[in-house]
């Protein structure tokens, strides 16, 4: 079956550091792959999207990359936080157009 | 493009009564529909989803949702509300021609004793 990880599950970084949050798919192959915030209020915003290794969408124009180095592999990257960048970050999956997503447990990223 | 649009940003039931979260959508092509919950500090977990057949569809802990094409609507219930259905609920809609799911700005239930 499939699984996803998603890591770590809480991080307090102060402003200017950097980020790197990571997320791994297993049990299928060539996924679609997603990254997802979530702020107090402000519903779930699509931040990145990537359908094949290299290939990254960018949803939102901001603080935030992403890569994806290997085929079940995506990770969110800041060269340096800032305030507004804390949230809650969601990774997904999904396989074909039909499937909804299949999403992580989250990471609450806390800038102070 | 495609849009969704949750009524209510927060619902309280009591115990043993009826759940009902309201969500219309708009679409441009023939839409996939799906109803996600989350629990405090974790993930989404899908409830159910309507991709084609029958409009409606049974999900996981007794909920269900109707498609109806005419409303554009796929409103979820529950028959009886346990405390345990606390949570955030989001719809969401994804066009048969798109990988991207968009999202309701989800409602928070909370069930009275």
């Known amino acids: 079956s499939q699984t996803i990880h998603q890591w770590p599950a809480t991080l307090v970084q102060p402003v200017g550091s950097p980020l790197s949050l990571e997320c791994t798919v297993e049990?299928?192959?060539?996924?679609?792959l997603y990254w997802y915030r979530q702020a107090a209020g402000r519903g779930l915003q699509l931040l990145f999207y990537?359908?094949?290794?290299?290939?990254i969408s960018s949803e939102v124009p901001q603080n935030l990359s992403a890569s994806r180095p290997q085929d079940r592999q995506f990770i969110l990257s800041s060269k340096k936080l800032l305030l507004s960048d804390s949230g809650f970050y969601l990774c997904?999956?999904?396989?074909?157009?039909?499937?909804?997503?299949?999403f992580g447990s989250g990471t609450r990223l806390t800038v102070v | 493009a495609q849009s969704v649009t949750q009524l209510g940003s927060h619902v309280s039931v009591s115990e043993g009564a009826l759940v009902l979260l309201r969500c219309n959508y708009s679409?441009?092509?023939?839409?996939?529909l799906f109803w996600y919950v989350q629990y405090p500090n974790q993930g989404l977990q899908l409830l159910l989803k309507?991709?084609?057949?029958?409009?409606l569809v049974k999900g996981i802990n007794g909920f269900e949702a109707e498609f109806k094409k005419s409303e554009t609507s796929f409103h979820l219930t529950k028959p009886s509300a346990h405390m345990s259905d606390a949570a955030e609920y989001f719809c969401?809609?994804?066009?048969?021609?798109?990988?991207?799911?968009?999202f309701g700005a989800g409602t928070t239930v909370t069930v009275r004793a």
């Open positions: 997904a999956w999904s396989g074909t157009v039909s499937d909804g997503y299949t």
């Open positions: 049990g299928t192959s060539n996924p679609n």
């Open positions: 990537s359908v094949g290794i290299g290939q």
């Open positions: 679409s441009s092509v023939p839409p996939y």
């Open positions: 309507y991709t084609t057949g029958a409009t």
């Open positions: 969401a809609v994804r066009p048969s021609n798109d990988y991207k799911l968009s």
